[in-house]
């Protein structure tokens, strides 16, 4: 098992930044690939971004590309996901979730966070 605890949301401004933070326990961190996805109000869970086991891998959603910054820090069991220039259409409860690969479908993790709301005014 692995237990998953996001923090860092909050309400900001458009154009404004938050970081995003997934602390893991339980199993060995460092062997999951770990992702963000984001669910708004009526729609669908989303893929955001994945980062591989040794954080050489990236990828991203095309509605974030170059705006949102994924990292991992394997010796802190943390996860990160540094959001710049945010929009009104981000706002979502936004959930950290390990994986076997980098798979961008949610229904392949095995092990999610219980989200945290991130809110964007205009």
């Known amino acids: 098992q692995v237990q998953l605890a996001e923090s860092g949301g909050g309400l900001v401004q458009a154009g404004g930044s938050l970081r995003l933070s997934c602390a893991a326990s339980?199993?060995?961190?460092?062997?999951?690939?770990m992702a963000w996805f984001r669910q708004a109000p009526g729609k669908e869970r989303e893929f955001v971004a994945v980062?591989?086991?040794?954080?050489?891998?990236?990828v991203y959603a095309d509605s974030v590309k170059g705006r949102f910054t994924i990292s991992r820090d394997n010796a802190k069991n943390t996860v990160y996901l540094q959001m710049n220039s945010l929009k009104p259409e981000d706002t979502a409860v936004y959930y950290c979730?390990?994986?076997?690969?980098?798979?961008?479908?949610?229904?392949?993790?095995?092990?999610w966070g219980q989200g945290t709301q991130v809110t964007v005014s205009s």
């Open positions: 339980g199993r060995t961190f460092s062997n999951y690939c």
């Open positions: 979730a390990a994986a076997g690969s980098t798979f961008t479908s949610p229904r392949l993790y095995d092990y």
């Open positions: 980062i591989g086991w040794r954080g050489d891998i990236t």
